[in-house]
């Protein structure tokens, strides 16, 4: 507009240290693409002659012709010298045609019974994969990992959805991978889209099709238990063993926290950053963990929360007991409640997990509360209210109470509730330890006994398996017992913040009986 020359220039990618080399990822994607990286003195030197020359905008970029003759782009389609290379190379014996011509998917698979229309086009996304990742087989592909586990970054999903968009006919999202997260959902999303429900096989049994109907009233039954807590235990079965023969669960802290076990003990209350307390109820075994068998690699787990991975050894575990496969529940309305609250983990072992490299992209999700629950969602792939509660010691009840209200609205028809505590840093012994009287010098509860001095923190997981009596009976799962009713609420001004209200307590209590259909005279204990 001024009279005054300009220069526009389009780069392709440069090579020796410009963007590209910010990801590997993305640098082996450009090798094996049409635009491989630009020697630096070559594209200085082109741009000095595009400074002298007439053009006000180009572009400038180095290409593999080979790879753009083999399947020619409407931009490039007239250009003589990529028409006469298209020839060529479509008339060399043994050519390349990894790409099937559009609409080939549909001829394979039309006419084969629905297993084998699902295994012919998971056998396809498996061998796209493998090429677009760069492995010499699709052996290398697990048709039930996620995509993002095998290795496929925002720039691969968008190379794989090209590939499937020529091999179907389509116009796939973008979103396709994250959408459908393994070759075997994907590969039933798209023989859906290409041949609908009529190519099924007849004889096939349905896809059950998960809908819960509500069931206002009915009572809700506890089908399954699974637990881990101090003592060595493991079971329900080792726990009642252990409370039968009056056990002692209390041990000294645990050795393989890197706390400073030392420098945290004094026996003087008044004494900053100590504890007063030498026990307490502890599970060693919670750096245990198994990270393959839910498809987490040992540099996640490293990352994850304790609380976490006892979370999915205990659902898991739950869901057997009550004799059903885990894995059958993908894409269920199955939910997941837990009562829990934030560990400390990353804050307490920070600088250990930062010193070890490429930990703190997982620090996130491995720690926070809401992944609690979401975690145990996103392994099993279930589908129903995932949700992670933290009302103090209340809290797995809670998830308990918010179970049987979802089971009855509807909102799903399986569900996993519990709690589950560990202490990955001292913080809570030396809080309580400031309140003086708050904690037991030995770490014992010794409730309604004269010699009670204060409670014992302690810590574990539990989960429990609860659905609609009615399912219950039908499916024939055990029936360990039955929750009529419940009720939660909340003290309001009280007499303090942690003061508890005696009326409050009333009220929820006469709720509570109101939600079972009982009175008082029926009840037979209270704790």
Not at 17 to 42: I, K
Not at 317 to 339: H, I, K, N, Q, Y
Request: charged share 20%.
């Amino acid at each position: 507009a001024r009279g005054l020359a300009g220069l526009s220039v389009a780069f392709g990618p440069w090579a020796g240290g410009g963007v590209a080399q910010a990801n590997e990822a993305v640098r082996q994607r450009l090798r094996r693409g049409p635009l491989p990286e630009m020697d630096p003195g070559l594209a200085i030197q082109a741009l000095s002659h595009a400074l002298e020359g007439p053009d006000a905008h180009l572009a400038l970029m180095d290409v593999d012709w080979a790879q753009f003759a083999a399947a020619p782009t409407p931009f490039l389609g007239d250009l003589p010298d990529v028409v006469q290379l298209a020839g060529e190379l479509a008339r060399r014996p043994g050519a390349d045609n990894t790409d099937m011509a559009e609409g080939e998917l549909t001829r394979r698979l039309a006419g084969l019974p629905r297993a084998e229309q699902t295994r012919a086009a998971t056998d396809l996304i498996r061998a796209c994969a493998a090429a677009v990742l760069g492995h010499a087989s699709p052996d290398a592909i697990d048709a039930d990992r996620v995509f993002s586990d095998l290795g496929f970054d925002s720039l691969t999903s968008l190379e794989m959805r090209q590939h499937l968009n020529a091999a179907t006919g389509l116009r796939l999202p973008a979103t396709l991978l994250f959408d459908y997260p393994t070759p075997a959902q994907l590969a039933g999303y798209l023989r859906a889209e290409l041949l609908g429900d009529q190519a099924a096989d007849e004889s096939a049994p349905p896809v059950p099709v998960t809908t819960a109907a509500p069931a206002d009233g009915e009572p809700v039954a506890i089908v399954a238990m699974s637990c881990r807590f101090p003592g060595g235990v493991r079971s329900p079965e080792e726990l009642w063993e252990l409370l039968a023969s009056g056990g002692d669960a209390i041990s000294g802290f645990p050795q393989n926290r890197l706390w400073d076990l030392e420098g945290m003990y004094d026996p003087n209350p008044d004494h900053e950053g100590t504890s007063y307390v030498r026990g307490g109820g502890f599970v060693h075994e919670a750096t245990d963990f198994d990270p393959g068998f839910f498809g987490i690699s040992p540099r996640e787990a490293l990352a994850m929360d304790p609380q976490q991975r006892l979370l999915l050894e205990a659902s898991w575990e739950a869901l057997e007991r009550v004799g059903v496969d885990p894995v059958s529940l993908r894409g269920s309305l199955t939910g997941v409640f837990v009562g829990a609250a934030y560990g400390g983990y990353n804050a307490g072992l920070q600088a250990v997990l930062q010193g070890t490299g490429g930990l703190e992209g997982h620090l996130m999700t491995g720690n926070a509360t809401s992944v609690l629950s979401g975690r145990v969602s996103y392994a099993l792939g279930l589908e129903g209210p995932a949700v992670t509660v933290d009302t103090a010691c209340s809290s797995a009840m809670v998830t308990l109470h918010m179970a049987c209200q979802a089971l009855r609205s509807g909102e799903c028809d399986l569900a996993l509730a519990g709690g589950v505590t560990i202490m990955a840093t001292p913080g809570d012994l030396v809080s309580f330890s400031r309140q003086r009287k708050g904690l037991s010098a030995d770490g014992r509860c010794k409730a309604f006994a004269a010699s009670a001095d204060g409670m014992g923190l302690a810590e574990g997981v539990g989960m429990l398996v609860v659905e609609r009596l009615s399912d219950a009976r039908r499916l024939g799962h055990p029936v360990l017992a039955v929750v009529a009713g419940s009720a939660i609420n909340q003290d309001g001004a009280s007499n303090g913040l942690t003061a508890p209200s005696g009326p409050s307590q009333q009220k929820v209590i006469r709720a509570a009986l109101a939600s079972a259909g009982l009175s008082p005279d029926q009840v037979d204990a209270v704790e």
